[in-house]
């Protein structure tokens, strides 16, 4: 709660830096949240959420009655500043997302830089997550994972994020829309061959699921369907271990190009086959021309 610091008569009052408490909130299920954040979320002054009406559900769910503000990313930097203020002025503030942990693709960096640059004390509330929700029931392997976040939405931007993680060797986790999801599957396929894939949708809703398999399975999957909506976690499983190959990727590609194959495509297969970007190949090749 707001505090201050009385002094003696004719001295000035001292306020008490306030707190921030980072909220994770339900993916879906309203049930999903812990007796800590219920708490909290009861004590606060000031509760910051990216929709005041959508949070303002989980509030009443709970039985909670607590002023709320907006803070999302069209106000975010001006809110930043006015927020950190209260919270130097003593007020305890709640920041909350729309669903998950704040600031995981969500707006709330720049509160919780505010609030650390001016001594503010930052303290995290874990809960539900799509990521680790998604990847806990994928199948896929769970010793190391990259989550990269929302996927860009054009296409070219789209394949050289893909690109680029060609030969990582950890399970992959993007966020992505249910519009675009196709288009993604399709160029996954294209650029990282057949791995397996998850795509993860609704997940702790009453229509959740998992589809599983290569990329061209899910998508001729989600393809057939008549709509496909819901928020979707896409987890592409690890890059297979290349198979030994001795030769230069110089003479790979030659081979390629003699039997017919274009310069371009010959690129991408040799990088397909060996787990590797397209960009990797083509440094390489340029190399060879400069000896």
Do not use: W
């Not at 709320?68 to 950190?84: D, G, K, P």
């Not at 874990?126 to 990521?131: C, D, F, I």
């Amino acid at each position: 709660m707001a505090a201050a610091l009385r002094a003696g008569a004719g001295e000035r009052v001292v306020a008490v830096p306030g707190r921030l408490y980072v909220v994770a909130t339900p993916i879906g299920n309203l049930e999903d949240i812990t007796y800590r954040a219920v708490r909290l979320l009861g004590e606060a002054d000031l509760i910051a959420c990216e929709d005041t009406r959508h949070t303002r559900k989980l509030l009443d769910h709970y039985g909670i009655r607590k002023p709320t503000i907006s803070y999302h990313e069209h106000n975010e930097v001006e809110r930043s500043a006015e927020l950190a203020e209260r919270l130097r002025q003593g007020e305890t503030i709640a920041l909350v997302s729309d669903a998950g942990v704040p600031l995981i693709s969500d707006p709330g960096y720049r509160l919780v830089r505010a609030a650390l640059d001016l001594g503010i004390e930052v303290q995290p509330v874990p809960g539900p997550s799509a990521v680790l929700a998604a990847l806990s029931g994928s199948g896929l392997p769970t010793d190391s994972f990259h989550f990269g976040g929302f996927l860009p939405a054009k296409a070219g931007l789209r394949a050289r994020v893909l690109e680029s993680m060609a030969g990582e060797t950890a399970t992959l986790i993007f966020y992505e829309a249910p519009h675009r999801i196709l288009e993604t599957l399709e160029a996954i396929e294209l650029l990282l061959g057949p791995r397996p894939v998850v795509v993860a949708r609704e997940l702790t809703k009453i229509h959740e699921e998992f589809v599983r398999g290569t990329a061209g399975q899910v998508r001729a999957a989600l393809s057939a369907r008549d709509a496909l909506k819901g928020e979707i976690t896409l987890l592409i499983g690890k890059a297979a271990a290349p198979p030994a190959d001795s030769t230069p990727i110089e003479d790979a590609v030659a081979g390629l190009e003699r039997a017919g194959t274009s310069r371009m495509d010959a690129i991408k297969q040799v990088a397909r086959q060996r787990g590797i970007s397209k960009r990797v190949v083509y440094e390489r090749l340029l190399k060879g021309r400069e000896l």
